[in-house]
């Protein structure tokens, strides 16, 4: 998703820059600033540094939220019948960048959600200071990771909802997009 959004906004004619996770090798138009990342850490500094001086971010990475406190470079062999893990929360990189957002810069948001879909989704849009939050569901057929399809709901600051049927990632993508583009043009306290 966050690739079709990148190549979705350079064809409006943004200047793009995309914080890319460990992915396989996708090619990526030469208009678009690619940064590469291996861990939720570089993800989040980058992000930071980026959105310094962005107009629009849009966060689309499925970060983990969790991190091991020990990371092994070598395997972990049986030993047991359990193993436990202590996990620490990584960096909440939407809600930092919802925290240091300047008058005049947007911020759009993911939430896959499984249950109270609408209800949670726009309760972490408050949370973390964004102006739109797009939803979509494990609970859809066709949509989230592993498919080339989503089906997205929209909800932005003012409470207004829209919802898509299932559609390819790009058109997906130029849905979002319309909707900022919207959203700057109409102002942020007027109905879109």
């Known amino acids: 998703m966050g690739l ?18 460990p992915v396989s090798n996708i090619p990526v138009p030469e208009t678009i600033k ?4 291996t ?3 570089q993800m989040a500094d980058e992000c930071i540094e ?8 849009i966060l689309a990475a499925a970060v983990a939220d969790y991190t091991p406190v020990v990371r092994e470079q070598r395997k972990i062999r049986r030993t047991g019948d359990e193993l436990l893990i202590r996990l620490i929360p990584t960096k909440d990189i939407a809600g930092t960048l919802g925290k240091m957002k300047k008058p005049g810069q947007f ?42 399809t989503n089906r997205i709901t929209i909800i932005d600051s003012n409470n ?19 909707k900022i583009v919207k959203y700057l043009k109409t102002g942020r306290d007027e109905t879109i």
């Open 107 to 148: 911020l759009a948001g993911f939430a896959l959600e499984t249950h109270n879909e609408i209800e949670n989704a726009s309760a972490k849009l408050r949370r973390k200071n964004l102006d739109i939050i797009v939803m979509n569901s494990l609970n859809d057929e066709g949509a989230g990771f592993g498919y080339d």
């Open 160 to 178: 207004n909802i829209d919802k898509f049927e299932l559609k390819s990632k790009d058109e997906a993508a130029r849905d979002i997009l319309d």
């Open 39 to 41: 861990s939720a850490q």
């Open 50 to 57: 980026q959105y310094r001086s962005a107009d629009i971010g």
């Open 4 to 21: 079709a959004l990148a190549e979705a906004a350079a064809e409006y004619g943004a200047h793009v820059t995309l914080v890319l996770g």
């Open 34 to 37: 690619v940064i590469k990342v």
